[in-house]
């Protein structure tokens, strides 16, 4: 069952990032359609990640104990959900982000996730 619920972690970080960017490019050049897309999925995933996340910590609590890669890719994970709950607030109140800023953002955001995948497969430490 661990599995199963790994490979939807997987999953739902992948598409929660990977809608998190189309946000903050939508945002970038201010297309309001794809906001609203955008921003309600990459927001529905959070959630789902999160709550995946809890769940797999649930099944072994012994990882907590396991060394830092956990707490850095939570750490990391945490970053990117208030970046994206930033965003969302950005949103709604119709506050506009520069491009420069954005673009820096977007490839941050990349990164961080590249990096969290990164120390969900290897677990380095």
Do not use: C
């Not at 990117?80 to 490839?107: C, D, G, T, V």
Request: aromatic fraction near 24%.
């Amino acid at each position: 069952m661990f599995s199963f619920y790994f490979s939807l972690h997987i999953i739902a970080v992948t598409s929660w990032v990977l809608f998190l960017l189309q946000f903050i490019k939508s945002l970038q050049y201010q297309n309001i359609t794809e906001e609203y897309i955008f921003g309600f999925l990459s927001l529905f995933f959070l959630i789902i990640t999160f709550y995946l996340g809890i769940k797999l910590i649930s099944f072994n609590v012994d990882v907590l104990k396991s060394g830092g890669w956990l707490h850095l890719k939570i750490t990391l994970a945490s970053i990117l959900a208030i970046e994206n709950l930033y965003y969302i607030f950005k949103f709604f109140k119709r506050k506009f982000i520069s491009k420069k800023i954005a673009e820096i953002n977007y490839w941050l955001t990349y990164l961080i996730f590249v990096f969290i995948l990164f120390l969900t497969l290897f677990r380095p430490f």
